[in-house]
C-alpha cells in the first residue's frame, strides 16, 4: 500500500476553484489594462521626433543590460534623460563616453563619478537617426500601468473580500437547508399526528443487532473479514513508515519551480549545477539567485500569465526575501554586506545507511532528473515525489537499459555482460547494479 | 437518534486517523538511530563552528587540487588585459565540444540563445534584456572566460557553476558559435 501524499479536503478544492475562478479574474483585468499602454505609447510617439517603437528595440537590445527607464542598474535611470543633457552632448556620450570623459566635459565626469567610474560600452556603430529614436523611447511618460495600480489594488482587495463573500454565502445556504429541514420534518409529524398516525411507534420485531447477534455464522464471517482487512490496513500503514513521499513542507522563500524550470525554461542544472559532479544535488547558494535576480526585482508576470498562482505583491515580496538574506540594496544596486542564512528545509533525505550519488546517475548514466523527482517544472511548491525506498531503487535498476553506445573502451565487458545474462540491452542490475555493497556499506 | 451518534463516531475517528497525515512534516521513522547520521550532513546546523554553519570557507588563501589562481582582477581594466593577454591552456585535442555545448545549453543558452545571438528564452519572454549577439562584440576566447568568472554588468559570476576546465570549454565554443553567426 501506498501513502497517498495530498489529501484534497473539499474545503480545498472549494478554495482552489475560488482562486482559479479569481486568477482569470485578474488575467482579464491585465488584458484590459495593457491596451490603455499601448495607447499612451502611440500619444506619445505622435509627440517626439524619434520612432519610440525602433527605439525601444534598441534599447532593449543595447542598454537594457545595464539600463533601466525608472530604475538605477549598472548604469543610471534613462526615463527623461533627454531633458537632463543636451542633444548632442547625449550622441558623444554614447558614441563613446571614455573619450568624452578624457576630454575634460564636467558633466561627463561628474557622472562617471556617480557611476562608480563604471565605464560604458561605447555603441559608434549607432547613428544620430538610432540614438533620437532610443531617447524618443526614453522620454515616454511612465506607462499608464502604473498609475492604474493604485486603482487596480482595490479590486485585488474586492476580490478577497468577495471571496470571503461566496463562502459566507454558502455557509448560509447550508444552514437555511438544515432549518428548512427541521420544519419540513416537524410539519410532516404535525400532519401525521392530525390524522391519527403514530410515527414513533416501532413494531413488535427484534433489532437487527440482536438478529446479526444470534446468527454465529455471519458473526464469524464479520470477524474474519475484519480481522483480514485490519492486517491489510496495518500492514500498509506499517510499510510507509520512513516514506516521505508527498512531503511538502513550508519552505523560507516561496520557490516556484513552475516559474523558474517550467515558463522560464532555465536547466534544473543551472542552479543546481554540482548534481552534475558531486554526490550531493546541492542547493543553490544565494549568488546564483542573485545571477538573475540582481536584475529581476519584481514579478511582472506575462501576457498569458496563467501559470500565476499567487499575486504579483507577493511573489516581489519573495524575491525582496533574497534580497535581506543576501544583503542586496534594491535601491542603491549594491550589497549591504549583512546577509543572513536561509534555512531552506531539506526535503529528500536518504537514510544514513544508503549511499546514493547524483553525478553517477545525471552524469555517467545520463538519467534525467525527472525520473526521480517527477514534474518538478508544474510543482508551485516543491515535494517529494517518489517513495524513495529500496524496492522502487531496485526496481529502476532492473528495468532500465544502460547506454552503452559509444562507449568503446568498455565494449568488451559489455559485450560478455550481455552474453553471459543472455540479453540484448543490459540493465543497470546486470552490470551489478543491484548488489548489496553498491549502496550499503 | 443514536445512529446520528454512530456516524459522528466514526467521522471523529476517521478524522483522528487522517489528521496525522501532515505534509508539511516528515513521517515517522522506526530507528531513527540509523537514519540520522552521526557525523555532519551538507547544508546542516552545527554547534562546532562558530557561524553554526557545516559548510564552512575554506583557510584564508588556500589553493585547491588543481586549480590556477586567476590573475585578472574583476574591474574594466582586468576585462581588457585578460581580452589581450589571456589564452586558453587548452590544445585542440583536450577541447571538448559536444561537452562544451552540453555546457552551454545548460547555463548560458538561457539568456544568449542557443546560437549565441541573444535570443534566449529568458530574453524572449523579456525578463532578461540587453543580451548581446556574439558577432556584435569584439571577443576574444581570454574575454570570453573572464566574463564567465568575474560577470559582466547584468551578467554575474558562474564560477562556482562551471569548473575552470568548463569554462574554458565553454569560452571554446562561444568562440565557434561566434565565427558561425
Known amino acids: ?441 | 437518534m443514536k445512529a446520528l451518534y454512530k456516524i459522528a463516531l466514526l467521522a471523529c475517528v476517521s478524522a483522528v486517523a487522517t489528521s496525522c497525515f501532515d505534509k508539511s512534516r516528515p513521517n515517522y521513522q522506526y530507528f531513527p538511530n540509523m537514519y540520522e547520521p552521526v557525523p555532519y550532513e551538507t547544508y546542516s546546523e552545527v554547534p562546532t563552528f562558530a557561524n553554526g554553519k557545516e559548510g564552512q570557507l575554506p583557510a584564508e588563501g588556500s589553493i585547491p587540487r588543481g586549480f590556477t589562481p586567476y590573475e585578472y582582477e574583476n574591474s574594466t581594466e582586468g576585462y581588457e588585459l585578460a581580452k589581450a593577454n589571456l589564452v586558453s591552456p587548452l590544445d585542440s585535442a583536450e577541447v571538448d565540444l559536444p561537452r562544451a555545448e552540453q555546457l552551454f545549453t545548460i547555463y548560458c543558452a538561457v539568456c544568449h540563445g542557443d546560437k549565441g545571438d541573444g535570443k534566449g528564452n529568458l530574453v524572449k519572454r523579456e525578463k532578461f534584456l540587453g543580451v548581446p549577439n556574439y558577432k556584435d562584440r569584439q571577443i576574444t576566447e581570454g574575454s570570453v572566460f573572464h566574463v564567465v568568472t568575474c560577470g559582466l554588468n547584468s551578467m554575474g559570476s558562474h564560477a562556482n557553476q562551471l569548473s575552470q576546465e568548463e569554462r574554458w570549454q565553454v569560452a571554446h565554443y562561444v568562440m565557434k558559435l561566434r565565427s558561425e553567426l
Open chain 1, 1 to 441: 500500500m501506498k501513502k497517498v501524499g495530498n489529501h484534497t479536503s473539499f474545503s480545498r478544492i472549494l478554495f482552489f476553484c475560488l482562486a482559479l475562478s479569481l486568477s482569470f479574474s485578474f488575467a482579464s483585468y491585465a488584458q484590459d489594462a495593457a491596451p490603455a499602454a499601448d495607447a499612451g505609447q502611440e500619444a506619445a510617439a505622435s509627440a517626439g521626433a524619434g520612432d519610440p517603437a525602433k527605439g525601444k528595440e534598441l534599447f532593449n537590445s543595447l542598454c537594457a543590460a545595464c539600463h533601466k527607464l525608472d530604475a538605477k542598474m549598472t548604469g543610471p535611470a534613462l526615463r527623461g534623460v533627454s531633458e537632463k543633457h543636451d542633444r548632442e552632448w547625449l550622441y558623444k556620450w554614447v558614441r563613446n563616453s571614455s573619450e568624452l570623459i578624457k576630454s575634460g566635459d564636467a558633466a561627463a565626469v561628474k557622472l562617471f563619478a556617480e557611476n562608480n567610474n563604471q565605464v560604458m560600452t561605447a555603441f559608434p556603430q549607432l547613428s544620430n537617426e538610432d540614438i533620437d529614436n532610443i531617447l524618443a523611447y526614453t522620454s515616454e511618460p511612465a506607462p499608464v500601468v502604473e498609475k492604474k495600480t493604485p486603482g487596480g489594488e482595490p479590486v485585488a482587495q474586492e476580490g478577497g473580500a468577495s471571496n470571503n463573500l461566496i463562502l459566507g454565502a454558502l455557509v448560509l445556504v447550508l444552514l437555511v437547508l438544515i432549518v428548512m429541514l427541521v420544519l419540513v420534518n416537524t410539519t410532516l409529524r404535525k400532519v401525521a399526528a392530525a390524522n391519527g398516525v403514530d410515527v414513533s411507534k416501532k413494531g413488535n420485531t427484534i433489532s437487527f443487532w440482536q438478529a446479526y447477534a444470534r446468527n454465529q455464522f455471519l458473526v464469524l464471517v464479520t470477524s474474519i473479514l475484519l480481522l483480514l482487512s485490519g492486517a491489510y490496513f496495518l500492514y500498509g500503514y506499517l510499510m510507509q513508515i520512513g516514506v516521505d513521499q508527498g512531503y511538502e513542507p513550508i519552505q523560507p522563500i516561496h520557490f516556484s519551480h513552475k516559474i523558474h524550470a517550467g515558463e522560464n525554461g532555465i536547466d534544473c542544472k543551472y542552479c543546481h549545477s554540482s548534481a552534475r559532479v558531486s554526490k550531493t544535488s546541492g542547493i543553490p547558494s544565494l549568488n546564483v539567485c542573485m545571477n538573475c535576480h540582481k536584475n529581476i526585482s519584481e514579478f511582472t508576470g506575462s501576457k498569458d500569465s496563467t501559470y500565476v498562482e499567487y499575486s504579483k505583491e507577493f511573489y516581489t515580496a519573495e524575491i525582496q526575501k533574497l534580497y535581506d538574506a543576501v544583503g542586496w540594496d534594491k535601491s542603491a544596486q549594491q550589497y549591504t554586506g549583512k546577509t543572513k542564512p536561509v534555512k531552506w528545509v531539506r526535503i529528500h533525505n536518504l537514510p544514513d545507511f544508503v549511499y546514493f550519488n547524483h553525478s553517477q546517475h545525471v552524469s555517467v548514466a545520463g538519467v534525467e532528473c525527472q525520473t526521480c523527482h517527477g514534474p518538478v517544472e508544474t510543482f508551485e511548491i516543491m515535494k517529494q515525489n517518489a517513495p524513495l525506498t529500496m524496492g522502487w531503487c531496485i526496481n529502476c535498476h532492473r528495468e532500465t537499459n544502460v547506454k552503452v553506445e559509444g562507449n568503446d573502451y568498455y565494449k568488451k565487458i559489455h559485450d560478455e555482460l550481455a552474453k553471459k545474462y543472455g540479453v540484448q540491452k543490459l540493465t543497470a542490475a546486470n552490470m551489478g547494479g543491484t548488489e548489496c555493497g553498491k549502496c550499503h556499506y
